[in-house]
């Protein structure tokens, strides 16, 4: 089974809810984590092409996430385990996945 870290889960979770999201709308959303592990979390996730970083054109100094298409996805697909593969997939296609099955608990 896959695991990853929490705020992984709840950004995971944020954006299927929403379409785009910048990073300052997902610190106040998950005020519980801090922002330094939601970066780290951002950036695995575009890492393994789960999801894609935008330019807002309306301030070049920031930037949306929005999950990857398909087709998007299927360019990282080399990256990610078998398990993670499977997991993300159904995420990508809207497909109901509880992503609090999937994090890791802290010790």
């Known amino acids: 089974m896959v695991k990853f870290p929490k705020p992984t889960a709840k950004i995971l979770e944020l954006l299927l809810d929403e379409n785009t999201l910048t990073p300052d709308q997902i610190y106040e959303t998950l005020p519980e984590f801090l922002k330094k592990d939601i970066k780290y979390s951002l950036r695995r996730l575009r890492e393994k092409g789960v999801i894609k970083k935008l330019p807002n054109l309306h ?3 920031r930037v949306y996430y929005r999950l990857a298409t398909l087709d998007e996805f299927a360019t990282s697909l080399s990256k990610l385990k078998d398990d993670e593969l499977e997991i993300y997939k159904s995420i990508i296609r809207g497909e109901y996945v ?6 890791e608990a802290s010790i």
């Open 98 to 103: 509880d992503v609090d099955l999937f994090y």
């Open 59 to 61: 301030d070049m100094r």
